[in-house]
Each structure stands twice: as structure tokens, then as C-alpha cells.
């Protein structure tokens, strides 16, 4: 049986459930309780819990609630360490759903049930599924950072599943597809932002941040270094979405004819408007150098749908496209990864699964072409 100790020197003992747990008991505040799988694991949190109080930088959440804690976590934790663009998304998360409902209640005092009567509120008011999960999420993150602080027992967030997400169905373009899409394009002002990104697989925000720079016109060859993303309504360069988003591209022949066409309809446009239009240096903008909204785009997508006799579907269905056809030509996966720039194959593979049938057909066929071959 483990040994008791005293107040403030914490005691460690074994839990039904398999895992050990240590606790520390300071008088005038609650129970801290670490968890961990071994002894050694929750050894080491509860003596560096001990050497904090010790010293006095135990954190308190004694008359902090739940909305002053993620006022904080948001401007200590959050914005050093975030993309501008999470951390906005984290900052609307706090301010207009989070706080509202849930943010005078102590933090000390959150329970799960606090967490699903938010989800089930942001439900009703018509939030989908999706975004009430990233609501949930922000708030997991935020109290992960206030259990390592020791300034709740538990992640309550965590202990609330949230609603299920009906997962999108991908409507690639078939060949037949690509073709007539790409032939409906000709002499649109953007065909060529249209077909770098179906030919290419780059996110909208990938290819809208696309500059001068990052393309060689002579040895045909892109560089993915930036996107562009709209932060407090302003337009801003921003880091790619991964480490692995950083990539260089080979451009098809009739890519870099398309880009060269278009580079001197840009210079065309802007030399009639006189003066510096496009400080960002951008390949795609609008007609006066500015860059391009995002949402602007997508509708300009649907309607260009529209027009070619296609099926809707989502701008980002041109990425899928761009894997798919790739995938059903007999590229290698490894291949089609690092032109997605996804971060593992397996999320490849997973999210193309419906091709790997196909694939597997024209192995098979292959193989017998040539035990056939005389």
C-alpha cells in the first residue's frame, strides 16, 4: 500500500483503472490530482508541483473564472505561439460563444455537463456540427493548458464527445471533366488560376498567394512559400499550412504558357491604371491589383460550373481532382504526396481510398501483360 504523506508533500497511488495518479493537498485550495502511466510519470508532476509551491508559483484559480483564464491563455499562450489565422479563429470561438454562456462560472468549478449544454445551445442557434467541433476544440486546448497549470484536476472538454460530422463526399472531376472544364476557361481572366489549381492540387489559399517570385517561367517550376488569408479584413501573406505545404512543383508545358499569357494581361491592366497596383507582388488579383477574396473566387467557380454544364461542387474538389487523376494515371503515391504536400502518405491514401480499387485493377492487369508477353 502506498505511503500517505502530509499536506503539501503529496501522495501517489496506483488506480483501478491501471493508471497511477499522484495527489497534492493545499490547505485553503482544492485537490491537485496528476495522472500518468507510471509511478516515475506522476512522480515527476507532483514533485514539480511541491518545488512550485514551494516558491510560491503554484498557479491559483481561486476567483478565476472560465472567461478571465481564456482572456489570458489567449494573449500569454495563444498568440505567441499560433498562425495569426488560428488564433483569430480562437479569439471568435472565446468572445462569441464560449464567454457568453459559460464564462462567469469558476474555472475550478467547469464540468462536462457545462461543455454539452454549450454544444447543444450552438446546435440550436444553427451552428453546424463542424464548427461547434472547432468550438469544442478551442476550449480543449485552452483547459489542457489550465490542467498543466495545475489550476483544474481535469480537461472537462475533453470528457464530452462532440457532435458527429457527416464526412464530405470528394466529387473529383473525371478526365472527361477536367477537359471540358478546362476548355470552358479559355479566355477567362483567371483560366489561369483555374487550371493551377486543378492541374497543381494547390489550396485556394496556396495558389491566391501565389507571387512573381515563386515561379520560374524559364526552367517550369513552382513554389509553394506562402498563402494569402484575410486577418481583421485585411489581406496578409501568411505561412503555408504545414512544414510539408512548403514544396516545389513541376508545372505542366501548358501551365507555364498560361502563366505567361496571363503575366502580360496582368501587365497590360495594371500599366492602364499607371503607378504601383500590386504591392504584394501577386500573380492572381483583381483587375486593379488588388489581391482576390477567397469567397469572391468560389462563387466565380460555381458560376464557371454552371456555364461548362458540370456538377457543383466545392473549389477545394479541384485539389481532389488534381489527386485523383494523378493517383488513376499510375502515379505513385509518394509522388502525389509531396505534390499535395501532405504531411504523411497515409492521409493520402486514406482520403483517395475510392481510387485504390482502380488502381489495384491496372496492377493486375499490367502483371498479366507481362507474364502474357511472349
Not at 80 to 97: D, I, K, L, M, Q
Request: charged residues 30%; glycine residues 8%; hydrophobic residues 40%.
Amino acid at each position: 500500500m502506498a505511503k500517505r504523506r502530509g499536506n503539501n508533500e503529496g501522495s501517489i497511488y496506483l488506480r483501478r483503472d491501471g493508471r497511477w495518479a499522484a495527489a497534492l493537498s493545499i490547505p485553503g485550495r482544492r485537490r491537485l490530482t496528476f495522472y500518468g502511466q507510471t509511478r516515475e510519470d506522476v512522480r515527476r508532476k507532483l514533485a514539480g508541483a511541491v518545488r512550485a509551491n514551494d516558491l510560491k508559483e503554484l498557479p491559483d484559480s481561486r476567483g478565476l473564472t472560465l472567461g478571465g483564464f481564456l482572456d489570458q491563455w489567449l494573449e500569454e499562450v495563444a498568440k505567441p505561439s499560433v498562425r495569426p489565422w488560428t488564433f483569430e479563429g480562437y479569439e471568435v470561438h472565446v468572445r462569441r460563444h464560449i464567454k457568453p454562456l459559460l464564462g462567469r462560472i469558476p474555472l475550478d468549478k467547469i464540468e462536462p455537463l457545462h461543455i454539452q449544454t454549450l454544444m447543444n445551445r450552438k446546435l440550436r442557434e444553427g451552428l453546424s456540427p463542424k464548427s461547434v467541433r472547432y468550438i469544442r476544440g478551442t476550449l480543449r486546448t485552452a483547459l489542457n493548458q489550465a490542467q498543466r497549470w495545475g489550476l483544474v484536476a481535469r480537461n472537462s472538454a475533453a470528457l464530452v464527445d462532440g457532435p458527429r460530422v457527416e464526412r464530405y463526399e470528394i466529387r473529383p472531376f473525371t478526365p472527361e471533366e477536367a477537359r471540358t472544364f478546362l476548355a470552358s476557361l479559355r479566355g477567362h481572366r483567371l483560366e489561369a488560376l483555374y487550371s493551377v489549381a486543378l492541374t497543381l492540387g494547390l489550396r485556394q489559399g496556396e495558389a491566391l498567394g501565389l507571387r512573381w517570385q515563386d515561379v520560374d517561367l524559364q526552367l517550369g517550376y513552382l513554389r509553394v512559400e506562402k498563402q494569402l488569408q484575410r486577418i481583421e479584413s485585411k489581406f496578409q501573406l501568411v505561412e503555408p499550412k504545414t512544414a510539408r505545404s512548403r514544396r516545389t512543383i513541376v508545372m505542366p508545358p501548358s501551365i507555364t504558357a498560361a502563366l505567361r499569357a496571363h503575366r502580360e494581361l496582368q501587365a497590360a491592366e495594371l500599366g492602364r491604371l499607371g503607378g504601383e497596383r500590386n504591392p504584394l507582388d501577386l500573380i492572381f488579383t483583381r483587375e486593379d491589383g488588388g489581391p482576390l477574396d477567397g469567397t469572391v473566387v468560389t462563387h466565380q467557380f460555381h458560376r464557371l460550373l454552371g456555364q461548362a454544364h458540370l456538377d457543383q461542387r466545392r473549389f477545394h474538389d479541384l485539389r481532389h481532382s488534381c489527386a485523383t487523376l494523378l493517383l488513376a494515371q499510375g502515379v505513385p503515391a509518394r509522388v502525389v504526396m509531396e505534390i499535395l504536400g501532405h504531411s504523411q502518405i497515409a492521409l493520402t491514401m486514406n482520403t483517395y481510398a475510392h481510387v485504390i480499387p482502380e488502381l489495384r485493377r491496372n496492377a493486375a492487369e499490367r502483371m498479366e501483360a507481362l507474364i502474357q508477353e511472349r
